[in-house]
């Protein structure tokens, strides 16, 4: 897992003000009022949960397109989405270039999830719900996993989870610490 992170170089997905920070543990400006993921969270969230290369992925929250490119060293078939029409062009076009799959790339509400494409083995939150978002639980696989930053949103103070479906109503909650992300928008998210 950490390879995986080791294999994707963090500065093609830095604004130019800020590549000189790449290598740092740090959040860092995207645009639009996001930010990248400290790579420290990037491999506890990607660790949380257990791809195997045969698994269906979905992020929501595509930003820069890092933790996308880390997902797809570990497995061939990861969906991502993007709510924010900028990042999402911008996010595309990079990985392009970078001769990634965009086929997986989606522009829209991922509170809502991806009906068409689920079950998932794997639902990896980069923005921080107010609850747990019900399509996510809905989309999981038996045995999949959803690791997800739930909690407020100013000040933005999260706790990380990792629900784990273990039947088709039973689902194991459990928690990995504090965390600070941007706030989820849409329908399961902030207004
Ligand atoms: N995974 C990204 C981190 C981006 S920050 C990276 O590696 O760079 C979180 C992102 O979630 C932002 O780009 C924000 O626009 C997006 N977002 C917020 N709410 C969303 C929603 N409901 N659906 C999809 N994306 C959302």
Redesign the pocket.
């Known amino acids: 897992m950490l390879a995986a992170v080791g294999a994707v170089p963090r500065h093609l997905?830095f604004e130019p003000a800020f590549e000189a920070h790449a290598y740092q543990d740090k959040a860092f400006p995207?645009g639009?009022g996001?930010?990248?993921?400290q790579p420290s969270m990037?491999a506890l969230q990607t660790e949380l949960l257990g791809v195997q290369p045969g698994h269906r992925l979905l992020?929501?929250?595509?930003?820069?397109?890092?933790?996308?490119a880390v997902l797809c060293q570990l497995a061939d078939n990861v969906q991502?989405?993007?709510?924010?029409a900028v990042?999402f062009e911008r996010?595309r076009q990079r990985l392009a270039a970078l001769g990634l799959p965009t086929a997986g790339l989606h522009r829209?509400?991922?509170?809502?999830g991806l009906p068409g494409l689920a079950p998932f083995d794997g639902i990896l939150v980069?923005?921080g719900a107010p609850a747990l978002p019900p399509a996510l639980l809905r989309q999981l696989r038996i045995g999949g996993r959803l690791v997800v930053p739930v909690g407020t949103q100013d000040p933005g103070q999260q706790l990380l989870l990792r629900i784990t479906r273990e039947g088709p109503e039973s689902f194991l909650r459990e928690e990995f610490g504090d965390c600070r992300?941007?706030?989820?928008?849409?329908?399961?998210?902030w207004q």
Do not use: H
């Open positions: 997905f995207i639009e996001q930010t990248i993921s990037v992020e929501i929250g595509t930003g820069s397109g890092y933790q996308f991502s989405i993007e709510f924010n990042l996010g829209g509400d991922g509170s809502l980069t923005a992300f941007v706030p989820l928008r849409g329908a399961a998210g």
